[in-house]
């Protein structure tokens, strides 16, 4: 039986959702593509819903061990929206993306499709996403390269982070 409150109920402490709290865990692929897919059949308005630190369904997969790229595409298609959401810390999901070792340029290209200027958001401490791509142990070429194509001026900028 479905219930049909799944997806709307909310802890009243962090403001989770049924959607944080099963893709910011380090569940199995398995056990997050099955529930992820029964309760955006039941609830897909659970997608756009911010928790209290400003985080959505979306930002939520980039906290786990192990990116899941099939389940981050589907959220992204289904509240493309979400790619411009800024959380509390200041960052939009394409930050959270390519700070990560294991980040993919396929995910990388999904949120600047859905959120064109991400490439040109800035974080509080003045960084572009570029910045984030290039200062990792073993930066992601492709990914660099996706950034510099859509917004080539980052590679120029000084960012808040840089000795004077």
Do not use: W
């Not at 800035?122 to 660099?144: C, E, G, Q, T, W």
């Amino acid at each position: 039986m479905k219930d049909p409150f799944a997806g709307r109920l909310k802890d009243p402490s962090t403001g989770n959702n049924a959607f944080h709290l099963l893709l910011g865990n380090d569940y199995s692929s398995e056990f997050i593509s099955t529930v992820f897919y029964l309760l955006k059949d039941i609830c897909p308005e659970g997608l756009r819903v911010g928790n209290k630190d400003g985080c959505y369904p979306l930002h939520m997969c980039f906290y786990r061990t192990e990116l899941i790229e099939e389940i981050i595409l589907k959220v992204i298609q289904e509240y493309p929206m979400a790619a411009s959401k800024v959380d509390n810390y200041g960052l939009i999901p394409l930050f959270l993306c390519v700070m990560r070792e294991d980040s993919s340029v396929n995910i990388c290209k999904a949120l600047c499709k859905a959120y064109p200027d991400g490439p040109k958001t800035m974080n509080l401490s003045h960084s572009y996403p570029l910045h984030f791509a290039a200062k990792k142990r073993r930066p992601n070429v492709d990914i660099i390269r996706t950034l510099i194509r859509r917004f080539p001026s980052a590679a120029s900028h000084v960012n808040g982070n840089l000795p004077t």
